[in-house]
Nanobody
Framework: QVQLAESGGGSVQAGGSLGLSCAASPDTSSAKCLGWFRQAPGKEREGVATMFTNDPLRRTYYESFATGRFTISQDSAKKTLYLGMTGLKPEDTAMYYC??????????????????WGQGTQVTVSS
């Protein structure tokens, strides 16, 4: 089973950018889809973005708050998942998690479709 480990979190001022990485061991080929989720203190976990592991069309799906600001991608070796974030806002402050799953219903951000999770990396955006 794939193991995931996030990195790249940190503190940034509002309007800034940050890139997150998720290293997969041995790789993501056993998963049908990959995703990023986040959880802020006192709030429920919410989906951020997702994509298929093997998709020639490289289709992606974003939550509305992420559209236009965040970009999900993976490297060609399928060993690393990325989340590029721009125009960060204080409300983006959260622990960010990468996940892998089977996504039986296609690209959704239903956490129940993801069965492997990383430990998370903290993103803090100050105003």
């Amino acid at each position: 089973q794939v193991q995931l480990a996030e990195s790249g979190g940190g503190s940034v001022q509002a309007g800034g950018s940050l890139g997150l990485s998720c290293a997969a061991s041995p790789d993501t080929s056993s998963a049908k889809c990959l995703g990023w989720f986040r959880q802020a203190p006192g709030k429920e976990r919410e989906g951020v973005a997702t994509m298929f592991t093997n998709d020639p069309l490289r289709r992606t799906y974003y939550e509305s708050f992420a559209t236009g600001r965040f970009t999900i991608s993976q490297d060609s070796a399928k060993k690393t998942l990325y989340l590029g974030m721009t125009g960060l806002k204080p409300e983006d402050t959260a622990m960010y998690y990468c996940a892998a799953g089977s996504c039986p219903d296609g690209l959704t951000l239903n956490a129940l479709d993801f069965n492997v999770w990383g430990q998370g990396t903290q993103v803090t955006v100050s105003s």
